[in-house]
């Protein structure tokens, strides 16, 4: 088969060092199962803010698989309008450069953002091609939050065509996946279609890597202290500062490392960097975030609204067996809770967060008992292997299910 996997803001599989995204894992497991690969992609970088290319040639892989990058203007801030109208034009050049290119026996379109999987899905229609659509966020749902309450009808208005772009996509596509259960929820509630066989829920998971043990921040990392680790973006739907409030306080026998970049990273360092029980280490390849997880004692998950999402980087720690501190309401929640991975702290609650960490590492027994469960989880649930070679499978079957 011939399949295109259309999602703008991941890394395309051109280079080693960047860990494999969804895309990517799900683009591998197709090809090893002998079908082609046409990946659509940005010729922006979303989280080094820079161009990777700039022409649309397409980039061949090999022999089975090559990219085809869409090119924009680009943008600096992750919420900004001169964003929304990068996605405009991608939208644009998918739907004028696919006239030209062998049609495809299957689509898979990513959300966000939903300008180009809308296209895709007119594209798919016209053609007679079965479209599965892959939710990953609330857009443009999520928009609106970004607006004070009294303005949110108003800014709903201004985008009815944004909604309406939703809500065909949702009725119309072949199959609808989804990163959690909420998700799928949600886009299928956006069009009341029945749920059938071809909506499924395929987790993000995560494929860890054999690490040597050492990089360049192993020698900073205390052996005597209880290792606090935060892994992922520093703005949009995650706040650091509840954790950098609570290394003030634990300076004694706690030690914070915050892997990531953008954002606020670069103002919230140089606000706590005169602390010697926090390590900002920057942008990180997947290797030296294994082995940085390899010396945690546990995974944080800080939330800025308190929100129903399930954190890409959930499925990190749990591929290091660690226990979760999670601020997330929702499936997480629930999750953490019902099969004892880990505590979940009330949001935005200093206090508790405190207390929650400090009985994690106060109670051995405790700690022990989590960090087994959340191996057991991840080797049953969200090893990447099985997740994508499900998730390819059922790419495979679109039509028959």
């Known amino acids: 088969m011939n399949i295109w996997l ?75 309008f001169r964003r929304y109208i990068e996605y405009k034009i991608l939208a644009y050049r998918f739907r004028r450069y696919v006239t030209k290119l062998e049609k495809p026996d299957v689509i898979v379109s990513a959300i966000p953002p939903y300008g180009i999987t809308y296209e895709a899905l007119i594209f798919s229609i016209a053609n007679k091609i079965p479209i599965i659509v892959d939710t990953r966020d609330k857009w443009p749902d999520t928009h609106l939050e970004y607006f004070p309450q009294l303005f949110r009808g108003l800014f709903r208005v201004a985008l009815w065509r944004d909604f309406e772009k939703i809500k065909k996509i949702s009725k119309q596509a072949t199959g609808l996946t989804a990163v959690s259960k909420d998700m799928l929820c949600w886009m299928v509630d956006k069009s009341k279609r029945t749920k059938n066989t071809r909506e499924k829920v395929f987790y ?37 500062s509840i954790v950098l409030s609570a290394a003030k306080i634990l300076k004694e026998d706690f030690y914070f490392i915050f892997v990531g970049s953008g954002g606020k990273q670069s103002d919230l360092k140089k606000k706590f960097e005169n602390l010697n029980n926090i390590l900002f280490t920057g942008w990180l390849d997947q290797a030296s975030i294994d082995t940085i997880l390899d010396k945690t004692s546990v995974g944080v998950c800080p939330t800025a609204k308190g929100g129903h999402l ?77 997740i994508y070679g499900e998730f390819a499978e059922f790419v495979e079957n679109i039509t028959e299910l």
């Open 310 to 386: 399930m954190p890409n980087k959930i499925f990190t720690y749990f591929s290091a067996g660690k226990p979760i501190l999670s601020g997330y309401s929702g499936e997480l929640e629930n999750m953490i809770t019902d099969e004892k991975l880990g505590l979940n702290f009330k949001y935005n609650d200093l206090s508790d967060f405190i207390s929650k960490l400090q009985m994690i590492k106060g109670d051995k027994k405790l700690y022990e008992e989590m960090s087994s469960n959340v191996f057991k989880i991840y080797r049953e649930k969200f090893e990447a292997p099985k």
């Open 6 to 80: 259309i999602k703008i803001g991941e890394n395309p599989p051109i280079n080693k060092s960047f860990p494999k995204m969804r895309n990517a894992l799900l683009g591998e497991e197709l090809i090893r199962r002998g079908h082609k690969v046409t990946y659509f992609a940005s010729a922006f970088n979303h989280y080094t803010k820079k161009f990777i290319t700039n022409n649309e040639e397409p980039v061949v892989i090999d022999e089975n698989s090559k990219v085809i990058f869409l090119k924009g203007i680009g943008y600096k801030k992750n919420i900004s």
């Open 204 to 240: 993000l998971g995560y494929n860890k890597r054999n690490t040597s043990g050492q990089n360049e921040f192993s020698d900073k990392i205390p052996r005597d202290k209880f290792v606090v680790t935060y892994v992922g973006s520093f703005g949009g739907n995650t706040d650091q």
